[in-house]
């Protein structure tokens, strides 16, 4: 107990609270904010059985909700020294005189509520959220890589904005990855031992199935990875995007031997002519860069002069970076990760 307590009551959300979170975004975050109009989807981030993964800081006087941070699960482990998840919607209602640092309480107390290893963050604010982590929670911060391979079929880009074509060869001395796609988790239990990967975060099949299988609106395609022992050994997840008839693919995610994504050039280039997709792109800190340039992608730097959109939800064609922030130097982050591939637009 501390002078916050006297003030408010914190506490995880309930279900029947759901409305008055939902209309807090609109009021306090943004207004019309998917998550403050789409209750299929916020139930599908934060609902787990009876539990919303919400911190609520109530006042205890008006009854009012006056900060929320939420919080997204990489798994649905009851092992404390596996559960890692990722911060979401953070904010205090700034309209009325709330307790300084009301915010941050809640952070601070997340680990305890949720008795977790790690609190990852993706898509932070560099101006404020880096300073604030970097400072009390001693956290380091990034910004995420981003790599790009162009189809070199084609000849007038929509979505990407191309002032400097750029297409590498394939290395013949590195052996082509075999793949397979899956249809179900129930496939990947059969051939891939994920609780076996000393990763963070420590993702499982739960979260394999919520993320990738049962999403209420994004589809994706799930490959399994095979070493050179036939094994599966390693997960790649990607995701179409359209605009205006054209298309481009995202890898969103990737679990396993790393590797193995240097002999993909092969498979990324077959699905760039099969589909015409303008190019395929990947988002990501903590991945190996040379196992993705030996598939031919280019890393996107500051002297690039080409676009390669991030935002489909409305359309940016504009380059965009994205922030992270961890504690152990062996966290992975990826596209899919926390919030960064949530729809924006009511489907």
């Not at 107990?1 to 506490?11: A, G, L, P, Q």
């Not at 604010?125 to 790599?147: D, G, L, Q, S």
């Not at 031919?296 to 359309?315: A, C, H, L, Q, V």
């Amino acid at each position: 107990m501390n002078k916050y307590d006297e003030r408010y009551d914190i506490r995880l959300a309930k279900i029947s609270e759901i409305p008055d979170i939902m209309q807090f975004i609109n009021n306090h975050w943004k207004k019309n904010h998917i998550m403050s109009i789409d209750q299929k989807l916020f139930e599908y981030e934060f609902v787990e059985n009876d539990t919303v993964n919400v911190i609520l800081a109530i006042d205890k006087d008006t009854n009012t909700i006056e900060a929320i941070s939420g919080f997204l699960k990489c798994s649905h482990t009851s092992d404390s020294s596996k559960q890692d998840i990722w911060g979401s919607i953070w904010k205090v209602n700034d309209s009325r005189k709330n307790m300084t640092f009301l915010g941050v309480e809640l952070l601070k107390r997340i680990t305890d509520i949720v008795q977790c290893r790690m609190h990852l963050g993706i898509g932070i604010n560099p101006n404020t959220t880096v300073p604030i982590r970097k400072k009390m929670f001693h956290e380091k911060t990034a910004k995420m890589n981003h790599y790009y391979l162009l189809n070199p079929e084609i000849k007038e880009f929509k979505i990407a904005v191309i002032n400097k074509p750029i297409h590498k060869q394939i290395s013949k001395s590195i052996p082509e990855t075999k793949s397979t796609i899956f249809s179900s988790v129930d496939e990947i239990k059969k051939c891939f031992d994920i609780e076996a990967l000393d990763s963070v975060p420590y993702k499982d099949f739960w979260y394999i199935n919520k993320r990738f299988f049962q999403h209420p609106y994004r589809t994706y395609q799930v490959y399994g990875l095979y070493n050179n022992q036939n094994e599966i050994s390693a997960l790649l997840v990607t995701r179409i995007v359209t605009h205006e008839g054209q298309k481009i693919l995202r890898i969103v995610d990737y679990i396993g031997d790393q590797s193995l994504f240097s002999g993909l050039g092969t498979l990324f280039h077959g699905l760039m002519t099969q589909n015409q997709y303008e190019y395929v792109d990947f988002y990501t800190f903590g991945f190996q860069q040379q196992y993705i340039l030996d598939a031919g992608f280019t890393s996107k730097t500051e002297n690039d002069t080409n676009i390669i959109p991030n935002y489909f939800e409305p359309f940016l064609q504009e380059n965009t970076d994205i922030w992270v922030r961890y504690a152990d130097d062996r966290t992975l982050f990826c596209k899919a990760d926390g919030d960064q591939d949530r729809p924006n637009q009511l489907h």
